[in-house]
């Protein structure tokens, strides 16, 4: 799936920040996982030097950021807005881990402008702020110590929508697989290997082939490392006769 | 389940760092999180004030850091050692998201030290130091702007394993699996057996070794495979030596 068509339908709300360089952060943050609508209610401090230099290259989405006077204006159009916390409230919202978050958020997204909203560093978001966000997103946190920074919750949240797009789309190198017979060829001339060399006793076996059928079982033999094994299995024999 | 006992021995590696600033966030990226063990390999900056500021809460993170002169030093006792990174290499590394990544991370967690490894903010890792990584870790990310910041990179992955954590029962590995300085220990002799039978060429290596940890990385070697795999080594050796 292409990642662009949602992701360009995600907000982020920072409600009232007060410092420049989580400005920054949060921009850089967004762009690595390709969200650009950054929207700052009533922010307490300015667009400066700190914020473009905490940016990095996401300065063009620090400068695209839609400053509004209320958050009703900031969530103007969206279908769905969730308020992001690392604390767990008592109150009357339907609460959600991002990891549940996150396809439903995507889903709407497809059709329509959704947000993410975050509070102020200090005070976060108040009671009427939360009033206007349909859903919580509860963020994973060690409840010693749940002092998570506004760049982090963001950075969170961006790669977590990112992880559920992409989900298995990294996909492993694709090498060729050893066939059965390859693989049960290489496990003969290691046995024979063994017993010329003396390390296997074909009279007391024991558990040494499976042992070795086990470990290479676990891998999964490819067809060119199979090639290489048994090179290394005729070096050997090859040594024991022209020493 | 009780996230401490796995979180508890999972280690962040940071190798090279150069920003002291860095070195805060990523302390206090990972306490939010619940982890607590920061290894520095090399260190380009100092534990300064600006470290400490942005670790805010978690300078007991920072000041209880482990500093190093090596990588294997860092990574001694550890059973899996994973090197994170937002690009994709064409190395021969099995490659997972962090998703697919922390149930197996946490797994091992249980019972002995596994490690997060990340590079320079500038050069990243070199080669040597990703081969001595059992796996690659790819952050997902957009490919237009792949600039994760450190502090950043350590929240995905620290997030990543709590919330893998707190979602599921993660099962116990049956095997003893094998410590870094082990594995470590049988690729040298596996290296110096392959040079004394002439397979390998050390004037033309060609990737021959690098195969072969991707191979056995795959697997994920445990101790009495090492072991065993060393038995077959000697013997190798000593048919030469006494035909």
């Known amino acids: 799936m292409n990642p662009a068509p949602a992701l360009a339908n995600i907000r982020v709300v920072l409600v009232e920040t007060s410092h ?3 400005l920054g952060a949060v921009a850089r ?3 690595v996982m390709g ?5 700052l209610v009533n922010p307490k401090c300015a667009v400066d030097d700190e914020a473009r230099a905490r940016a990095s290259g ?3 989405v620090l400068e695209a950021a839609v400053v509004c006077a209320s958050l009703d204006e900031a969530l103007a159009g969206t279908v769905l807005a969730a308020a992001t916390t690392s604390r767990r409230r008592d109150l009357p919202h339907p609460a959600y881990t991002p990891r549940q978050a996150a396809p439903r958020l995507l889903e709407q997204a497809q059709a329509a ?5 975050f509070g102020s560093e200090t005070f976060g978001l108040s009671n009427e702020q939360l009033a206007r966000c349909r859903w919580l997103v509860n ?3 060690n409840p010693d110590y ?5 760049g982090s919750a963001v950075q969170v949240l961006a790669y977590e929508l990112r992880a559920t797009l992409e989900d298995a789309t990294i996909a492993l190198p694709a090498f060729e697989p050893a066939r059965h017979e390859e693989a049960e060829g290489f496990y003969a001339e290691l046995e024979r290997t063994l017993v010329a060399i003396g390390f296997l006793d074909p009279a007391a076996p024991k558990r040494l082939m499976p042992r ?3 470990l290479f079982a676990r891998a999964g033999l490819e067809r060119e490392e199979v090639a290489i094994l048994r090179g290394i299995l005729a070096a050997v024999q090859k040594g024991r006769n022209n020493p």
Chains 1, 2 share one sequence.
């Open 146 to 150: 749940m002092s998570l920074n506004l």
């Open 58 to 60: 996401a300065v063009d």
């Open 20 to 22: 420049p360089g989580n």
């Open 139 to 141: 963020i994973p946190a």
């Open 29 to 31: 943050a967004m762009k």
């Open 113 to 117: 402008p959704v947000a993410l909203v």
């Open 35 to 39: 969200l650009a609508r950054l929207y």
């Open 212 to 214: 070795m059928r086990r």
